[in-house]
């Protein structure tokens, strides 16, 4: 059974850093490329960044490019997202996703974990 649990979010201020880490199981985390997701309340739920199984090649969506860093360590079946001048527009349940295939769509993945709230206030 595939399981993705994040942990790491909580309350930051304005300019402030956060790491988000994912700690997968059940399947073979170097064959996937590993991505992180947000959805703020109210909002569809939207892609923020990916890398490949290797962890050489990264892609980020346009507002975090800069602030935001997605590394992987596949012994420790871990992909974290290191989160730096956080925004108030930053705030939203972040989370973790697995697929064979390079994504950026959440309707194309499937295996999600719980999710972890980033909260950044003004």
């Known amino acids: 059974q595939v399981r993705l649990v994040e942990s790491g979010g909580g309350l930051v201020q304005t300019g402030g850093s956060l790491r988000l880490s994912c700690v997968a199981s059940g399947l073979t985390i170097n064959s996937y490329y590993m991505a992180w997701f947000r959805q703020a309340t109210g909002k569809e739920r939207e892609f923020v960044a990916i890398i490949n199984a290797s962890g050489g090649v990264t892609y980020y969506r346009d507002s975090v490019k800069g602030r935001f860093t997605i590394s992987r360590d596949n012994t420790k079946k871990t992909v974290s997202l290191q989160m730096n001048s956080l925004k108030p527009e930053d705030t939203a349940v972040y989370y973790c996703?697995?697929?064979?295939?390079?994504?950026?769509?959440?309707?194309?993945?499937?295996?999600w974990g719980q999710g972890t709230q980033v909260t950044v206030s003004s």
């Open positions: 996703a697995a697929s064979t295939k390079f994504f950026t769509r959440a309707y194309d993945y499937n295996t």
